[in-house]
């Protein structure tokens, strides 16, 4: 078996089902914040490796991009065990999320854009939506910016959300402008 077929397997398969055996046994707050801590990681992954490899246009990092639909695949899963853990756990109910004021409503928005795109995160999704299957992905911009905020809230660090936000239009434009700083 290849190996970008085993990492397919296991994100798409292996993964939630050691995450949803960890969720069923374990029932720790601290586990699930760490699922979303993992989530925000592999997001920022998903979203920041493109522009960073076309910016620094190195070739050994351009294998690093036929990954990114995996990672985001994690971003999902690890997204749903820790939204939907939380909710199960704390008792919350969804009108919690209706609280513009709070750091839950930006993380539930986010998280619904987040499971369209793993939902569409395949083939099949690709064959049925055509052209619009790009339209849909673009979704994951929106994504980005409602977790970006959602964790500065949650950290009471809103310095956060201009940082990193900020440096990611300067390298998504940089990435536009065909701007290459190596090779």
Same mark, same amino acid.
């Given at each position: 078996m ?6 397919q397997?296991?994100?798409?398969y292996g993964?939630?089902?050691i995450l ?19 989530s925000?990681f592999?997001l ?17 990092l351009?294998?690093?991009l ?5 990672m ?15 909710i199960?756990s704390?008792?919350?109910? +969804?009108?919690?999320? %209706?609280?513009? $004021? ?7 928005? /986010?998280? &619904?854009? =987040? !499971? ?6 395949n ?6 939506l055509k052209?619009n299957?790009k ?10 910016f409602?977790?970006? +905020?959602?964790?500065? %809230?949650?950290? $009471? ?7 990193? /936000?900020g &440096?990611? =239009? !300067? ?12 090779g």
């Amino acid at each position: 078996m290849k190996f970008k077929r085993v990492i397919q397997v296991v994100s798409y398969y292996g993964v939630p089902v050691i995450l949803l055996l960890m969720t069923l046994s374990i029932r720790d707050g601290e586990m699930l914040e760490s699922f979303g801590s993992i989530s925000y990681f592999f997001l920022l992954l998903v979203m920041f490796i493109k522009p960073v490899v076309k910016i620094l246009n190195i070739r050994m990092l351009f294998k690093t991009l036929i990954y990114r639909r995996e990672m985001g695949i994690l971003t999902f899963w690890f997204f749903l065990f820790h939204g939907v853990g939380y909710i199960i756990s704390q008792n919350m109910g +969804l009108n919690l999320f %209706l609280d513009t $004021g709070s750091f839950l409503f930006y993380g539930g928005l /986010g998280g &619904l854009l =987040i !499971v369209i795109l793993g939902l569409t995160s395949n083939k099949m999704s690709q064959k049925l939506l055509k052209k619009n299957w790009k339209r849909v992905q673009y979704l994951s911009y929106a994504a980005l910016f409602l977790v970006l +905020l959602h964790v500065s %809230l949650a950290e $009471g660090e809103i310095g956060l959300f201009f940082l990193v /936000g900020g &440096l990611f =239009i !300067v390298l998504k434009v940089l990435e536009f402008k065909k701007v290459k700083l190596l090779g």
